[in-house]
C-alpha cells in the first residue's frame, strides 16, 4: 500500500508540475472541436479522415466514405482493424428518419466442435493460431451497408486504399508502437513477417510501408464484389492455409456466411435515448450502467469525484456479471434482452449497490421473468454512421493467409468452453463481441454518434462520455479528452469469475484525495498507462445547422468537416 500511494504522489506531482487549466476552466489537456456544415469525418487515423471527406466533397454518402476510411485504416492501422476482423454498425437514415443496425460479425467453424477442446484439454480456447479464427465479417458488413445505403461505385470507394497500398504510406507513432509490440509474439507464424516485417523488422514511424498484396485483395473486392472474398480465390486460400495450421476454419465457412440487419436497442437517461445493438456483442452493457445510475445526482458529485467513481464502478460490477452469463449470439439462446435493459431490472440492480463500500463480488440477476478502430462519417443529407471494426487483440491470431495481405481475427477466444453458458462454444456460432457502436437521438432525432474503443473498456467508455456531457456538462471533444477510469476483473463471457472486487485502473488527473477516498471504500487502485480506448464522435446541432466532431490525443486520429 506504501508503494501504492507513493507511486500516485509522484505521478500527481508530475501532472501538476507540467499541466496547467484551460480557459474553459478544465484541468485536463483537450482541445476546440471541429465543426463544419457540410460533412465531418472522426477516424483514428488522419489519412483515413482525408479520404473520407475526399469521398464526401465528391458527392459519396456517409456510408460510402465511412467503408472507403475502413479500407484505409485496414492498411494503415492493421493493429486495430483489416479484413480479416468483424464489423458492427449504426445508420441514421435522413430519408427514413430511422436508425439501422448491422451485425457484421463472423461464426466458428462448423467442423470445429466444443468436445474437441475438452479431448485436447482445452481451458480457454487460444489467443492465437488458428483455433480462435472465425469467419471474417468485415467485407460483407460494407457491401450490406453499401447495397442500403451507398451511392458510389465499390471500385471508387476502394480506390483510395488501393492507391495508398501500392504507393506506400508514412507510419503514424502509435501505430509503430503496436506494431513493434506485435513483432515478437506474431513473428514466428507463416507468412506474418513476408506480409508486415519486409526488411525482417516492423516499419518504424514516419517510414513508408507499402502492402501490395492487399492492394490485389481490394481490388478483386472491388471488381468481384463480397462474393470474390467469400466464394472465390481469397475464400479458398484462407480456408486452405487456416487447415494447413491445423485449424477448422472451411471454404464452406466462409461461402455460407451472411450479415445480419438488427434493431438497435435504447434506454433514456436523462432525456437522451442512447442506442446500441443487442448482443452478441456488450453494447447494453452500457445501457444497464446507464440506468443504474441515473437515479443518482450525479451531477452533484462533481466529476472526478470518489462519490461518482464509486457508483460507475459498482454499477459496472453489476452489469458486468449480467455480461458474463447472459450476453451471446441471440440465435443460438435465449437472451433476456429487454428485461436486461428495463428500468425495473435496473431498480433491483441498484439495491445491491452500497454506496460506502466496494463489493468484492456480485451474482448475475435473475432472468426468470481484446484493440480496435471506431470511426464515424457524417454527410450532408443528415446521414450518420457510427462503424467500429477489428481483428480482436491487436493483429488478431497472427494468421496471414498467404498472398492477402491481411491477418485473420481471433474472435473465437471469446466463447467460453464450459457448459451450461449462453456463450459455450458451438460450431456455426457468434463469439461474444467486444465491440459496439453508439448513437444518441433526442426527442427522435439525431444527435451524437460516437464510440470508443479498448475491449471490455467499451461499455465503460460509453457511459463515460454520456456522463461527461449530459451530468458534466463538457462539449463533444472534451467528454473524450477527460481523465478516465477502467475496472477490470468482472466475471468474464469466457468463464473466469471475479472474487476479490477487482482492480481500478486511474488515468492521470484524477485528484489525490479521490483516489484516497476509493481507497478507503475498499477499491484495490493501480495507475495505468494507456488501456482507456480511443475515442471519435461526430454531434448534430440542429439549430444552427452544422456538425461537431472530435478524435481524442489517446490515437492518432483526426477529425475534420468541411
Avoid at 164 to 188: H, S
Avoid at 441 to 464: D, E, I, L
Avoid at 520 to 540: R, S
Amino acid at each position: 500500500m506504501k508503494k501504492l500511494i507513493l507511486l500516485f504522489k509522484v505521478v500527481l506531482l508530475s501532472t501538476a508540475l507540467f499541466a496547467q487549466d484551460r480557459i474553459t476552466d478544465h484541468a485536463f489537456t483537450t482541445r476546440s472541436e471541429v465543426i463544419a456544415q457540410n460533412g465531418m469525418a472522426a477516424t483514428s487515423h488522419p489519412l483515413a479522415t482525408q479520404v473520407a471527406l475526399d469521398i464526401l466533397k465528391d458527392g459519396g454518402s456517409a456510408v460510402d466514405a465511412a467503408i472507403a476510411a475502413n479500407a484505409v485504416l485496414g492498411l494503415m492501422e492493421p493493429t486495430g482493424c483489416g479484413v480479416g476482423g468483424d464489423l458492427f454498425a449504426i445508420v441514421w437514415d435522413a430519408e427514413t428518419q430511422k436508425l439501422h443496425g448491422l451485425n457484421a460479425s463472423g461464426r466458428s467453424p462448423k467442423a470445429l466442435t466444443l468436445e474437441y477442446f475438452k479431448e485436447n484439454g482445452y481451458k480457454r480456447i487460444p489467443s492465437f493460431g488458428p483455433l480462435p479464427v472465425t469467419v471474417p465479417g468485415a467485407v460483407d458488413g460494407w457491401f450490406e451497408l453499401h447495397k442500403k445505403f451507398g451511392r458510389k461505385s465499390m471500385s471508387q470507394v476502394l480506390q483510395p486504399a488501393i492507391s495508398y497500398a501500392q504507393n506506400g504510406f508514412p507510419v503514424t507513432e502509435v501505430i509503430a508502437y503496436y506494431l513493434e509490440r506485435t513483432a515478437p509474439r506474431l513473428g514466428k507464424y507463416p507468412n506474418f513477417s513476408e506480409t508486415y516485417m519486409p526488411n525482417g523488422k516492423m516499419p518504424a514511424k514516419g517510414e513508408i510501408f507499402k502492402n501490395p498484396d492487399l492492394a490485389s485483395t481490394y481490388q478483386k473486392i472491388a471488381k468481384g464484389g463480397r462474393d470474390a472474398f467469400y466464394k472465390g480465390e481469397i475464400a479458398r486460400t484462407i480456408a486452405n492455409y487456416i487447415q494447413e495450421q491445423g485449424g477448422f476454419l472451411s471454404y464452406d465457412d466462409l461461402a455460407s456466411h451472411q450479415s445480419k440487419w438488427v434493431n438497435p436497442v435504447s434506454t433514456n437517461y436523462r432525456g437522451y435515448d442512447v442506442w446500441e445493438l443487442p448482443p452478441n456483442g456488450q453494447g447494453i452493457a452500457a445501457l444497464q450502467i446507464l440506468n443504474i445510475l441515473e437515479e443518482y445526482d450525479i451531477a452533484s458529485m462533481g466529476f472526478g469525484s470518489a462519490e461518482y467513481l464509486h457508483h460507475f464502478i459498482e454499477a459496472k460490477k453489476i452489469a458486468y456479471e449480467d455480461r458474463a452469463h447472459h450476453y451471446a449470439d441471440m440465435q443460438h439462446g435465449n437472451v433476456p434482452l429487454e428485461r436486461l435493459i428495463s428500468k425495473e431490472y435496473a431498480a433491483e440492480c441498484r439495491k445491491l449497490l452500497n454506496s460506502d463500500k466496494a463489493a468484492r463480488s456480485y451474482q448475475p440477476g435473475n432472468m426468470d421473468t481484446p484493440s480496435t478502430i471506431y470511426l464515424t462519417v457524417a454527410d450532408r443529407d443528415g446521414n450518420m454512421v457510427s462503424l467500429i471494426q477489428s481483428n480482436y487483440r491487436g493483429m488478431g491470431s497472427g494468421m496471414t493467409p498467404w498472398g492477402l495481405g491481411f491477418v485473420l481475427q481471433d474472435r473465437g477466444e471469446g466463447f467460453n468452453l464450459e457448459e451450461g453458458f449462453l456463450n459455450t462454444y458451438a460450431p456455426g456460432k457468434r463469439p461474444f463481441h467486444t465491440i459496439i457502436p453508439g448513437f444518441i437521438t433526442k426527442n427522435g432525432k439525431p444527435y451524437m454518434s460516437f464510440g470508443v474503443m479498448g475491449g471490455g473498456m467499451q461499455p465503460q467508455g460509453h457511459v463515460q462520455i454520456v456522463v461527461n456531457m449530459i451530468d458534466f456538462g463538457m462539449n463533444l471533444q472534451e467528454a473524450g479528452d477527460a481523465p478516465r477510469i477502467q475496472h477490470i476483473g468482472s466475471s468474464e463471457p469466457t468463464g473466469q469469475t471475479m472474487t476479490d472486487g477487482g482492480t481500478v485502473l486511474l488515468e492521470s488527473g484524477i485528484g489525490w484525495e479521490n483516489i484516497r477516498a476509493l481507497i478507503g471504500k475498499g477499491h484495490k487502485i493501480q495507475w495505468d498507462l494507456g488501456g482507456f480506448g480511443g475515442y471519435q464522435a461526430i454531434m448534430w446541432d440542429e439549430e444552427n445547422g452544422v456538425y461537431y466532431g472530435a478524435s481524442e490525443s489517446r490515437k492518432d486520429g483526426q477529425a475534420a468537416g468541411w
